[in-house]
């Protein structure tokens, strides 16, 4: 499609809808029979800004935009996938189907390292809805008015929140507590807004957020960041939306308040970047003296070529913006089909890395985020005749432990932290020792909420446990 013909208002399609979309007759049956059924349990959202001009529809379903937002039948069991499609085409029975997929969905490890529990902070002995606070200078904020995006990701480790999500409302209670909590811990200097999708707000509610971390009391919040994936799936947000004007405005307010905004880019595929539109929407973030970071999860069937990563981090760099993050996928929703060894991970990492100039290279990973924080495999290296992972954590629970190398025995299949056991006949990795500094509180929360059996809950986590985030 032309430039001309990019789509201008904002149109998702979901399951319900999908079938009306002009592509839909281009999907061989086998396809749309996947979507139909996946989408039952993978929640399924896209838009037709994704669907004209990021995904090439003569190459599906190996389209790697096609992948990242289409369910396809892989990421069932044959089993499961199987079971659930008769459900779905031939018998339609709904209570049936509910019934298979709440099975499958609990098999899928829904709450990853029960991310909406660990982490919630407590003010007057009560948790603050919305809230984590992990790392001492870093809170992240989840507006409920911010829990959807433009499109859905197949691999997205939040997935479980967007099952029956759309209340879009700005929510001036969850602002006040932000606030209040924010004048009690002078120790923050970052508020990271995230979700879903903050950016799927409008400006007048964002600036609702954004606002009341302006005031003097607050001087201790040096950099705003808006983690968002509009970039890549909405960009018109920032260029042709009717309040992008509105919104490259509050970023230059926050700018003109003396503090840093940032926007955390989450950009996949060096696809997101080729259209004109994508790279002016880099343009506009950046001119409105916003900064602009770039990460995503490193995900097999998507973005395994490190000469797309390159692409990607150089167009960005070339445009304006800062390479971040390279992820390891987490352990979650349809892993068995996006997960890749750590080593391939840092193999790609590593090649994609050398061939870019020091202005990309501000990069960094393949980095887990795991329970004792973001571990990064720096490389695989033989000493004293054993071959091992090397690696260190680049961000802690505990700050101490920031930078310290460790090492794993190393495994060719390993996929997570969980995987890993201590080299040179160590019985347990250094940050362990010190679990019992994992609120009790917490992981008994996370016993109960979850209705998950926590072993060692009243003095630390399970190995298992301390594995994710
Ligand atoms: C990654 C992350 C942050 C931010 O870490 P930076 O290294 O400062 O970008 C904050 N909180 C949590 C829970 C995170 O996973």
Redesign the pocket.
């Known amino acids: 499609m032309t430039s001309d013909s990019i789509p201008a208002k904002f149109k998702p399609y979901t399951r319900q809808t999908i079938s009306q979309s002009p592509q839909w007759a281009l999907l061989p049956e086998e396809l749309r029979e996947a979507v139909q059924v996946v989408s039952r349990v993978m929640p399924f959202r896209t838009n037709q800004y994704v669907m004209d001009e990021l995904i090439d529809w003569t190459n599906v379903p190996d389209d790697p935009i096609y992948r990242l937002t289409f369910p396809h039948q892989d990421m069932l069991s044959a089993s499961d996938y199987t079971n659930l499609k008769e459900l779905v085409l031939v018998k339609k029975d709904e209570a049936a189907i509910e019934e298979a997929v709440r099975h499958i969905r609990l098999s899928m490890n829904p709450h990853p390292a029960g991310q909406l529990t660990h982490?919630v902070p407590f003010m007057d002995g009560q948790p603050v809805r919305g809230l984590?606070h992990?790392?001492k200078e870093?809170v992240?904020f989840f507006p409920s008015a911010g829990q959807t995006c433009h499109a859905y990701c197949t691999f997205c480790f939040r997935w479980p929140q967007f099952v029956g999500m759309d209340d879009l409302k700005f929510d001036a209670r969850e602002s006040n507590e932000l606030v209040a909590y924010l004048k009690l811990h002078p120790e923050v200097t970052?508020v990271?807004i995230t979700g879903g999708d903050p950016l799927i707000m409008n400006t007048r509610s964002l600036a609702g957020y954004i606002e009341p971390l302006l005031v003097p009391e607050l001087s201790h919040i040096q950099n705003i960041r808006i983690g968002t994936k509009s970039v890549a799936y909405w960009p018109q947000r920032f260029v042709t939306d009717k309040d992008s004007d509105d919104l490259l405005r509050l970023f230059e307010k926050v700018v003109a308040a003396g503090k840093n905004l940032a926007i955390m880019g989450h950009y996949n595929h060096p696809a997101e970047l080729r259209t004109p539109i994508a790279q002016r929407a880099v343009k506009r973030i950046v001119s409105s003296g916003a900064t602009l970071r770039m990460q995503a999860p490193l995900i097999r069937h998507i973005n395994e070529d490190p000469k797309g990563w390159a692409e990607l981090w150089t167009t960005g760099v070339r445009l304006g913006a800062i390479p971040y993050y390279m992820f390891v996928e987490r352990d979650t929703g349809p892993s068995h089909y996006f997960q890749l060894p750590l080593a391939r991970a840092y193999e790609i990492f590593q090649a994609a890395y050398q061939s870019v100039s020091g202005l990309a290279r501000t990069v960094r990973g393949p980095s887990m985020?795991a329970f004792p924080g973001?571990v990064v495999v720096d490389g695989i290296v033989t000493i004293a005749g054993e071959k091992v992972f090397a690696l260190q954590l680049?961000?802690a629970r505990n700050p101490d432990w920031v930078r310290r190398p460790f090492y794993a025995k190393f495994d060719p299949g390993a996929t997570w932290l969980h995987d890993l056991v201590p080299a040179f006949g160590e019985k347990k990795f250094f940050f362990e020792a010190d679990h019992h500094d994992a609120p009790r509180k917490t992981l008994q929360l996370v016993a109960r909420q979850t209705g998950r059996y926590v072993p060692g809950s009243s003095e630390e986590p399970s190995r298992a446990v301390a594995a994710e985030?």
């Open positions: 982490n984590q992990k790392y870093t992240l970052d990271l985020s973001k680049l961000q985030a």
